[in-house]
């Protein structure tokens, strides 16, 4: 079966964010100095999960999980100082400019003439919308899904809504948890290009030798593979 339409991931694909959380929570460890930095990182990591379900994706809760973390950590009483220096981050993080990778914009509009081309992306509602407006990409996207999840159901879905089904979809990502193993299972190719740093809760073993999951070094890469792909999709 040919491609008909290509998922692709926002953060960590398309424009750099998980660098500007580390950095931030490189800001939030400076902020408790009477604690270890190993504690304050396994305590955050810990009520970021908690909260998943209760927040979803994104700075928002993100910034929530810190003040709950200092809460949490400071026996309730943090610093007046700190809890207004985790917002200002959360502010500034909410704000910071949108910085495609190599190969983004020249790429996708290439892909545009040929596939359809569907933006699948976690997080806040507002604060995606945005990225997706300050990055100038948006006109290349024949359909925009900001999901709270990304799971077999979501894939199955978005390239049934926007496409002719997953058989003849892909979904590029950097994260294998939520990119690349549930259109997997929803029937779609999966094409990993990994990104210089990865959130722990989007880590996961690769399903190597599945024949329809690939991993790229680039993003420019995509055309040349999706070539061989239409020629021969096997």
């Not at 953060?11 to 959380?21: A, K, V, Y």
């Not at 699948?120 to 709270?148: H, N």
């Amino acid at each position: 079966m040919p491609i008909t339409t290509l998922g692709l991931d926002a953060d960590d694909t398309l424009w750099h964010n998980e660098t500007i959380f580390r950095l931030t929570q490189a800001r939030f460890l400076d902020l408790l100095t009477d604690h270890d930095n190993a504690v304050i990182s396994h305590r955050l990591a810990e009520v970021e999960r908690r909260n998943l379900r209760l927040y979803g994706y994104g700075v928002k809760g993100f910034t929530l999980s810190m003040i709950e973390t200092a809460m949490e950590l400071c026996d309730g009483n943090p610093p007046s100082s700190a809890i207004r220096e985790i917002l200002a981050a959360g502010r500034e993080m909410l704000s910071h400019p949108v910085e495609t990778l190599p190969g983004v914009t020249e790429t996708l509009a290439h892909l545009t003439d040929t596939y359809r081309l569907v933006l699948v992306t976690k997080g806040d509602l507002m604060d995606q919308e945005r990225k997706l407006a300050a990055s100038g990409l948006g006109e290349l996207f024949s359909g925009v899904e900001i999901v709270s999840e990304k799971d077999r159901s979501t894939y199955e879905r978005v390239f049934a809504r926007h496409g002719t089904g997953p058989e003849e979809g892909v979904m590029v990502g950097n994260s294998m948890r939520s990119d690349v193993l549930p259109a997997l299972e929803a029937g779609a190719w999966g094409v990993h290009i990994p990104y210089e740093v990865t959130w722990a809760h989007e880590l996961a073993d690769a399903p190597e030798g599945h024949p329809r999951y690939v991993t790229l070094a680039r993003f420019d890469e995509l055309p040349e593979w999706l070539a061989r792909i239409d020629r021969d999709p096997g």
